[in-house]
C-alpha cells in the first residue's frame, strides 16, 4: 500500500506500538495512538510534539471504549486508512497457577481486543471501501509456548481470525485488506521477567530490536504483503515448525530450563 494518510495503532504508546508510531509520523502521516495508559500517552506527546498526532485513553477489551475513540479519530483526524491492533499483554506461569481472571485479561485485550479494534475500522473504512487493517499476533500464534498458555492461545486466536477474515475479503471481493503480523521475540515489556520467569540472559543476542521491528512492519505493509514476520529469530521459528517441529518442541526448553538436568529432560521443568 501507498503511504497511508491517516494511522491508527493501539497498544501506541509503549513498544512496538510507540515506534510505529514515530516511524508513521515520520513519514508525513496523521497518527492516532490508543492505549490504556494516560501517563504513557502523555510522554509519547512530549517526545513526538505535532499536529499530525493525537493520544486517546482507550480500553480495547472494552467494544464500547473502542467505538468511542474511533468516533473521535474520525472527528479529529478523518477516516483512516491504516489501522493497525497492536494491544497485547502477557502472564506468565504454570496454567494452573494463572488466575482465571489474568487468563480472562489476556485473551480479552489480545484477542477481543483485535476483534473490537477490527470492526471499528471496517466500519469506518467505507464510502468508499479503503484501507487496511493490520492485526499483530506474535510467533506463538504459531508456535506454542510453554508456560505462556494465556498469551500463546489468544495469538492463537488472533491468527485464526485474521486468517478467516482475509478469506472472506477475498470471497466479496472487497478492496478493503486485513494484514497477518507475527514478531519473534522483541525487547518490549512482555519480555521481562515474571513470577521467577526470565528470559536467559545468553540469549538476549537473539532478541529482535523494537525499531527495527517497527520498520520491517512497515516495509511490509508498504511492499502489499498479507502475512509479515518480522524478526530473524521469528522467521527461523516459523520454519522450524514447519520443517522440525520436534526439535522446535525440545529446544522450547532454553527458555524455561534453570539448569543442564532440566533442559536435557532428565528432571522436569520446576517453575513456580
Known sequence: MPTPE??????GARGIGRSLVRAYLEAGARVSALDAAES??????????SEKLITLVCDVSDA???EAAATRVVAFMG????????????????????TAADFDRVWRVNFQGVVNGTRAA????KEPERGVVCNVASIN????????????????AVVGFTRALQLELSQKQSPLRVVLVCPGFVKTDIMKGHEGF????????????????????VEGLASGSD???????GKAMKAASRLAPAWLARSSRMLTARNWKEFLGLKPVSRP
Open 40 to 49: 504513557a500517552l502523555q510522554d509519547l506527546a512530549k517526545e513526538n510534539p
Open 227 to 233: 502475512e509479515i514476520i518480522p524478526t530473524w529469530n
Open 141 to 156: 500464534g504459531l508456535v506454542p509456548a510453554p508456560f505462556m498458555s494465556a498469551y500463546t492461545a489468544s495469538k492463537h
Open 79 to 98: 477516516k483512516p486508512d491504516l489501522w493497525i491492533n497492536n494491544a497485547g499483554i502477557s502472564v506468565l506461569g504454570a496454567f494452573e497457577d494463572v
Open 198 to 217: 526470565e528470559f536467559p540472559k545468553w540469549l538476549d543476542f537473539a532478541v529482535g530490536d523494537v525499531d527495527r521491528t517497527a520498520r520491517e512492519i
Open 6 to 11: 491517516m494511522v491508527v495503532v493501539t497498544g
Open 64 to 66: 464500547a471504549s473502542v
Open 122 to 125: 471496517l466500519t469506518r473504512m
